[in-house]
């Protein structure tokens, strides 16, 4: 079982940066990131396998970079230009095997997840 230990949420002013930070316990092959806004349903933002290759969702692509640091187990998301509509609980999910469809985003398919950083811009 892999834990993993989200830091770096906040609040910011819109147009405002933020740099999330995923640690791994262990092994993992891909990492992602998900969020949940208020009422809303949880989605996939960003997702990078072992070998740097990296999906991103298309609100996303333009505003938010993944990367990571094999060797500390780190995986990060830089946030730019941020929007109110970015406003929300921001999950670091993980998976060992690389048989799955991580680039696909898709919750289901992590099997380890954080437990949450709270994310909020205002106006």
């Known amino acids: 079982q892999v834990q993993l230990v989200e830091s770096g949420g906040g609040s910011r002013q819109v147009g405002g940066s933020l740099r999330l930070s995923c640690i791994a316990s262990?092994?993992?092959?891909?990492t992602a990131w998900f969020r949940q806004g208020p009422g809303k349903e949880r989605e996939g933002v960003a997702a990078?396998?072992?070998?740097?290759?990296?999906k991103y969702s298309d609100t996303a692509k333009d505003r938010f970079t993944i990367s990571q640091d094999n060797d500390k187990n780190r995986v990060y998301l830089q946030m730019y230009s941020l929007k109110p509509e970015d406003t929300a609980m921001y999950y670091c999910?993980?998976?060992?095997?690389?048989?799955?469809?991580?680039?696909?985003?898709?919750?289901?398919?992590?099997?380890?997840w954080g437990q949450g950083t709270q994310v909020t811009v205002s106006s």
């Open positions: 990078i396998d072992r070998n740097g290759i990296v």
């Open positions: 999910a993980a998976d060992s095997s690389a048989q799955i469809d991580w680039w696909a985003l898709r919750a289901l398919d992590f099997a380890y």
């Open positions: 262990g092994y993992t092959y891909s």
